[in-house]
């Protein structure tokens, strides 16, 4: 922070965009070279596409690329959490991080192209991520199958840095002023109103909506004691999102049709607290213990 090195880039929609590689927010990125040495493979990097939106499923908007799956959706509970947390769902960040339904209908579709759902949509509530999916715009030109994005994958922003330090700040009570001074300069940046104090709730909240889809919930609720809580029902139930229901007006979670099912998972056990060494380390080490329940 006192570098002056980094800071917040205005547009958040160039985050995991091609738009934003080398971006003053990005501190760790893995740089997508237009040339990695690999003939017709053009940066073999598929993490874009597996995190990307289900064609199969639902007509994708023309500057959304074809191809990929949904691996990493937005939950229903996330959608309404950060629609209330960002006063609507015409926020900076809420339109940058996720769409509506009502929203992916609103935007722009190739000629011919029919918008909305064609089959069920397996883990899906009507909530769409638009954070680090793959772009039509972002795509390198590739003689294979697979498609690449030219897009910086990045492993921790200045974001975060500012929301480590406000949270630091408050569990030692060391320049609370300037931890809460921190945190409301990511607040503002979404056009939020800043926070009037530093609390445990309002930096959980925070990080909770702008981390979203960066790998650093699971290890938030792990470290602040609340997965068991948080994460008891975890996967015992599963959704598909239908469209809108029969003979409802169009427009807002009152009208989509969300079928629920007995899910596969089992909910939160306590050895999810540690990760389990890998099966070679065992075999190399006699003396490594594996981690309780794995």
């Given at each position: 922070i006192n570098s002056n090195a980094y800071g917040?880039?205005?547009?958040?929609?160039?985050?995991?965009?091609?738009a934003g590689d080398f971006c003053k927010e990005y501190i760790f990125e893995h740089n997508s070279d237009d040339d990695?040495?690999?003939v017709d493979w053009n940066q073999s990097d598929l993490r874009h596409t597996y995190i990307g939106l289900r064609v199969e499923?639902?007509?994708?908007?023309?500057?959304?690329?074809?191809?990929g799956w949904g691996w990493s959706g937005v939950t229903g509970d996330f959608g309404k959490f950060l629609t209330k947390h960002e006063g609507g769902t015409e926020g900076k960040r809420f339109k940058a991080w996720i769409a509506t339904y009502d929203q992916m209908l609103d935007m722009e579709y190739d000629e011919g192209e029919t918008p909305g759902i064609g089959n069920a949509y397996p883990d899906n509530e009507g909530y769409f991520r638009m954070k680090n999916i793959f772009y039509?715009?972002?795509?390198?030109?590739?003689n294979g199958f697979w498609k690449m994005s030219k897009a910086n994958w990045y492993y921790m922003r200045y974001a975060e840095v500012l929301l480590l330090y406000a949270e630091y700040c408050h569990l030692t009570g060391e320049d609370t002023a300037g931890?809460?001074?921190?945190l409301n300069e990511v607040r503002e940046r979404a056009g939020l109103a800043p926070a009037a104090s530093l609390t445990y709730d309002v930096i959980k909240d925070e990080r909770r909506a702008e981390l979203f889809g960066e790998q650093e919930r699971f290890f938030d609720?792990?470290?602040?004691?609340?997965?068991?809580?948080k994460l008891a029902d975890k996967g015992k139930k599963a959704y598909y999102f239908n469209g809108y229901k029969a003979g409802?007006?169009?427009?807002?979670?009152?009208?989509?049709d969300i079928t629920v099912e007995d899910g596969p998972g089992s909910g939160w056990q306590d050895k999810y607290n540690l990760l389990p060494f890998p099966y070679t380390q065992t075999q190399a080490n006699p003396n490594l213990k594996q981690n309780l329940g794995w």
């Amino acid at each position: 922070i006192n570098s002056n090195a980094y800071g917040l880039v205005d547009d958040m929609s160039i985050l995991g965009r091609n738009a934003g590689d080398f971006c003053k927010e990005y501190i760790f990125e893995h740089n997508s070279d237009d040339d990695d040495g690999f003939v017709d493979w053009n940066q073999s990097d598929l993490r874009h596409t597996y995190i990307g939106l289900r064609v199969e499923n639902l007509a994708l908007p023309k500057h959304i690329q074809r191809g990929g799956w949904g691996w990493s959706g937005v939950t229903g509970d996330f959608g309404k959490f950060l629609t209330k947390h960002e006063g609507g769902t015409e926020g900076k960040r809420f339109k940058a991080w996720i769409a509506t339904y009502d929203q992916m209908l609103d935007m722009e579709y190739d000629e011919g192209e029919t918008p909305g759902i064609g089959n069920a949509y397996p883990d899906n509530e009507g909530y769409f991520r638009m954070k680090n999916i793959f772009y039509a715009a972002d795509v390198f030109p590739s003689n294979g199958f697979w498609k690449m994005s030219k897009a910086n994958w990045y492993y921790m922003r200045y974001a975060e840095v500012l929301l480590l330090y406000a949270e630091y700040c408050h569990l030692t009570g060391e320049d609370t002023a300037g931890g809460l001074a921190r945190l409301n300069e990511v607040r503002e940046r979404a056009g939020l109103a800043p926070a009037a104090s530093l609390t445990y709730d309002v930096i959980k909240d925070e990080r909770r909506a702008e981390l979203f889809g960066e790998q650093e919930r699971f290890f938030d609720l792990i470290r602040w004691g609340e997965a068991p809580t948080k994460l008891a029902d975890k996967g015992k139930k599963a959704y598909y999102f239908n469209g809108y229901k029969a003979g409802v007006t169009p427009g807002g979670p009152e009208s989509w049709d969300i079928t629920v099912e007995d899910g596969p998972g089992s909910g939160w056990q306590d050895k999810y607290n540690l990760l389990p060494f890998p099966y070679t380390q065992t075999q190399a080490n006699p003396n490594l213990k594996q981690n309780l329940g794995w």
